[in-house]
């Protein structure tokens, strides 16, 4: 099934989803207007306006006290660069180990995430993937990130494997590290921006489909969960200046993030060491990235592929993907076209009505979970999923492989 650009751009418009920034979707015409007007970011439509820069509120500091520690053998790393960075520099305990609110403030005083958007995420984790109030940057199942993989870790991340694949979800592959850093050839003009990052994003897409056996895409990790896994890349990690308020991500802060050393030839992961460059400077306290704006991206990105917003799998051999109609599994509470549409709703709806089955958890166990869920997304007007059609859901078998950070290779994996 395909959704053209102007499909997606109406559907946005009829439905009215947007409380913000509403201006851009009022017609399709001015959404491709938008787009026109490239800025540091690429094509995409946000920020409307170039923010402000003010580099007292926006340094990041690495002296002194947020010094870069490189994690002992007792300290926590995981899949996640941003979290993985934060704890190496004490913004996070260094650990690795935190409670829900320890990851909103970090993120927010980091990154300058979006409170909305880190409570959606750090909830989620601590109530599905660890103890309710807290949870690991890496861990084992029911501990931590690297033990998520099914219901929050996922395959076609950027740099980390895919489980089945490589026998790891939270090691680096520094093939795919080195394809993404190929986009851009020219140090002295690179940029990692959304365009760079939604080309990056089908290439993975497919080398999933052709070298995992059991790729598995799910309608909350691989719809909304991985593509924060490419937009935050640029979102978050780009330096902003008075020259590029909205960022530019550079060759040499891209490797400092991704605990990538050694030059162009000779480039090397080292385990867990990602460091926020000197003179860092994150988002704008005015621009922090929010719930909105990542589905904002997450249309962008599908506007240069659409099976995006499909979930899908291989079905034990490589190149066997099929994608699952959003209609069929959510028993037609959402038509394809809708979910297509809102696809954080769609994410969001589907794991509220799979929580139970996924998580082993009760219903009053994950009231937490919902009303985090309900307010995360109150600005999107979603419906509600009654229930997912599990023989649907049962055509995908690596859905229900739970597991990380190691777990076994699947045979016909291709490596390289
Ligand atoms: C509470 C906040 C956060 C949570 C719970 C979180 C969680 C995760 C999870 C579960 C993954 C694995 C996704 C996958 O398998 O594709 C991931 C990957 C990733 N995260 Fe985070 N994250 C958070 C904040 C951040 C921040 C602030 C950044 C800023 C740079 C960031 C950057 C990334 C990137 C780039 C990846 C993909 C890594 C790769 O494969 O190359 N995250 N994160
Ligand atoms: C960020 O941009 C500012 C202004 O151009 C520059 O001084 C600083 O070194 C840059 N930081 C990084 C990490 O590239
Ligand atoms: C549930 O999924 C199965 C398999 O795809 C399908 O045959 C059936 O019609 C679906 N049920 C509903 C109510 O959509």
Excluded at 223 to 241: C, G, L, P
């Amino acid at each position: 099934m395909k959704t053209s650009t102007a499909a997606l751009s109406l559907a946005l418009y009829a439905q009215g989803i947007y409380a913000f920034p509403r201006a851009m979707y009022d017609t399709a015409e001015h959404f491709a207007a938008l787009q026109k007007r490239a800025g540091p970011q690429g094509g995409a439509p946000l920020p409307l306006v170039p923010p402000p820069f003010d580099p007292a509120l926006q340094y990041v500091s690495n002296q002194g006290q947020y010094k870069f520690v490189p994690p002992g053998p007792l300290d926590e790393r995981g899949p996640c660069p941003g979290l993985n960075a934060l704890a190496n520099h004490n913004y996070l305990p260094h650990n690795g180990i935190a409670t829900i609110q320890q990851f909103v403030d970090a993120t927010n005083k980091g990154f300058g995430m979006s409170r909305d958007l880190s409570t959606f995420l750090a909830v989620y984790g601590a109530i599905v993937d660890g103890t309710g109030t807290g949870w690991s940057i890496r861990g084992t199942p029911h501990t931590g990130i690297s033990g998520s993989h099914g219901n929050y870790e996922t395959d076609s991340s950027p740099c980390r494997g895919d489980l089945n694949q490589w026998g790891s979800n939270t090691d680096l592959q520094i093939t795919q590290f080195k394809r993404l850093y190929a986009l851009q050839p020219n140090a002295a003009t690179a940029n990692y921006n959304l365009d760079v990052l939604r080309t990056f994003r089908t290439q993975r897409l497919t080398e999933s489909i052709n070298k995992n056996p059991y790729f598995s895409y799910g309608p909350f990790t691989g719809v909304a969960v991985s593509q924060a896994a490419f937009t935050f890349i640029y979102r978050f990690m780009a330096n902003k200046s008075s020259e590029y308020p909205e960022g530019r991500l550079d060759k040499a802060t891209l490797k400092s993030f991704m605990s990538i050393q050694g030059d162009d030839n000779n480039l090397k992961w080292v385990p867990g060491n990602e460091q926020f460059p000197d003179y860092f400077y994150k988002r704008h306290p005015t621009d922090e990235y929010s719930i909105p704006y990542f589905q904002s991206d997450i249309v962008y990105f599908a506007q240069a592929d659409p099976r995006i917003l499909i979930p899908g799998c291989n079905k034990g051999k490589v190149n066997t993907y099929s994608a699952l109609d959003p209609g069929t599994l959510s028993n037609g509470a959402y038509t394809a076209q809708q979910a297509a549409a809102n696809p954080v709703c769609f994410a969001s709806a589907f794991a509220k009505a799979e929580a139970t089955a996924f998580t082993g958890l009760s219903t009053s166990q994950l009231a937490p979970l919902f009303s985090a869920l309900d307010s995360a997304t109150g600005g999107l007007n979603c419906k509600a999923i009654g229930s997912v059609n599990q023989t649907a859901l049962a055509a995908c078998p690596g859905f229900s492989f739970y597991g990380g950070p190691n777990g076994p290779v699947a045979p016909g994996a291709i490596q390289n």
